[in-house]
């Protein structure tokens, strides 16, 4: 099992980016009054056959030739069902997959969040050409980073330069740090 949320999503991110997706969207919703925490991860990739999809969560199957396991997918269900929470997964070939887990974040077995912002600072350097939106929200406040956006200002300045990673970073911590203020 991966010890953050964030690290789960960076794992199911990837199966996103080995289906070949040109699109990504990673959306965060935290209410605080009820204690929940909802992840979703919608892809444009390949998607998945009604076959695959029926497997996808054994933890002995895998589509990958470099293991014969593929726990991600498994252990990210029973990490949300474990805290009172929801999994479902939808896929459909040639349409994508939207993979959707909701925490209960008062729950004792509920694993922190991590550090979601270097998640998806890793995600939108190394991987410059897949569009990524991310959409994080707590409450009522919400901020969203949409590399589509990023790129129409940036031009051919790559993603991965150390000015551009660098803004990526203080655009999601300040973003962050709004957000928790107005809790």
Do not use: W
């Not at 589509?63 to 991600?72: A, F, H, I, Q, S």
């Not at 939108?124 to 406040?141: A, E, G, K, L």
């Amino acid at each position: 099992m991966l010890p953050e949320i964030s690290l789960n999503i960076l794992d199911i991110a990837q199966n996103s980016i080995s289906a070949r997706a040109t699109l990504i969207q990673i959306t965060l919703e935290t209410q605080t009054e009820s204690s929940r925490l909802k992840v979703v991860i919608r892809d444009d990739g390949s998607g998945m056959s009604k076959e695959t999809l029926d497997r996808v969560l054994d933890p002995f199957y895998t589509t990958r030739t470099t293991r014969k396991v593929g726990l991600g997918i498994p252990f990210f269900k029973q990490e949300a069902e474990c805290t009172g929470g929801s999994f479902s997964i939808e896929s459909e070939p040639g349409c994508g997959t939207v993979v959707t887990a909701e925490f209960c974040t008062d729950n004792i077995d509920c694993m922190p969040l991590g550090d979601i912002n270097a998640t998806i600072r890793s995600l939108v350097t190394m991987n410059p050409q897949i569009d990524f939106c991310y959409i994080r929200s707590v409450d009522d406040q919400s901020f969203v980073l949409d590399t589509r956006e990023v790129k129409e200002i940036l031009g051919d300045v790559p993603f991965d330069t150390p000015e551009v990673s660098q803004f990526l970073d203080q655009f999601l911590e300040e973003n962050e740090a709004e957000l928790s203020e107005n809790k």
